[in-house]
């Protein structure tokens, strides 16, 4: 078996149904619950077992009341008490072969199969009428693969989002920018679209070869700060958490734990950043996404609003 990692889902011995939100999980799976089996639930499997869905907030506590073992920052459940990993890409040749958007968004993007997959509650065979389509792309292969729905969502083979649809983006978001400015960051961001009228996301895991160099522990916290500073390498920039490379006087890394803030800007340019600084050895990180909703906290490009 593969290693586990970010955007996996895992089955404990319960039947109860998580997200994997980490990459270090070799003792215990980084995750957050989304399903657990309910006789009223709203969800249903083909093999007739209904499902009820948690929320962020909602899943901590149902872990807090029923599994306190479970809770630490996120919510962790030991390899001893997994029954099942489902892997996106394994999982991909059943969804296209019943999901004909996910097979038509499959042949437009061409990614090499082991290298592209559905995670959600595709993955899990949860899906209702309503749900989106959340693709994965692991390693170089996402670029390729942005660039190629970037040319077929201008060429017109897919749709770009509606005023609609990115207002709803943003009120489910909540980011602590303005409107506007949310979404003249995410429209050059090319991954997310619409097919058939379903929003899709295009989301970046790491390949298995590039495991090796994830820590993010927590770092001696030293306060709210707002710095501005350049980007030097923004390669794991879409990444979870979202990785900002920085030459500053005092930090190293501006690190985002919301989805909200990855992909926000490029390299060579200068952001402006508002998150907790933490002590990491001789280095500081400023981090933003601290809690759910990252009030208070953001990152926005400068130079993309000035050349607006």
């Known amino acids: ?71 630490d920052s996120v919510v962790r459940v030991p390899l001893h008490d997994i029954q099942q990993v489902r892997k996106p890409e394994l999982g991909m040749p059943r969804i296209i072969a019943r999901h004909p958007r996910v097979q038509h968004l499959a042949g437009i993007l061409n990614v090499p199969p082991g290298f592209i997959g559905c995670t959600g509650s595709l993955l899990c065979g949860l899906e209702n009428e309503n749900s989106d389509i959340d693709l994965v792309v692991y390693g170089d292969h996402w670029f390729i693969a942005q660039q190629t729905l970037r040319s077929a969502i201008i060429t017109g083979k897919l749709e770009g989002l509606s005023s609609d649809m990115w207002r709803r983006v943003y009120e489910k978001r909540k980011p602590d ?51 501005e500073a350049r980007v030097t390498d923004a390669s794991l920039a879409f990444d979870s958490p979202a990785v900002y490379e920085v030459e500053h006087d005092e930090f190293d890394q501006v690190i985002s734990f919301t989805h909200t803030y990855s992909g926000q800007a490029l390299a060579g340019e200068t952001i402006e950043a508002c998150g ?20 208070g906290e953001y990152i926005i490009s400068k130079t993309l609003i000035e050349e607006k």
């Open 1 to 71: 078996m593969k290693p586990i990692r970010l955007r996996d889902f895992i089955v404990d011995t319960e039947g109860w149904i998580y997200a994997v939100s980490t990459y270090d999980n070799a003792e215990k799976a980084g995750c957050v619950l989304r399903y657990v089996p309910d006789p009223s639930g709203e969800r249903a499997h083909a093999n007739g077992t209904r499902y009820r869905k948690f929320d962020f907030e909602d899943s901590f506590a149902f872990i807090r009341d029923h599994k306190p073992r479970y809770l």
């Open 177 to 227: 920018i303005p409107y506007e400015t949310f979404v003249l960051h995410e429209e050059r961001k090319w991954n997310r679209g619409q097919i058939e009228g379903t929003y899709f996301d295009l989301l970046f895991t790491r390949s298995y070869d590039d495991l090796d160099r994830i820590a993010f522990d927590r770092g001696m916290i030293l306060g709210r700060r707002t710095i």
């Open 276 to 295: 907790v600084a933490e002590r990491h050895g001789n280095g500081q990180w400023l981090v933003v996404g601290t809690t759910r909703e990252a009030r």
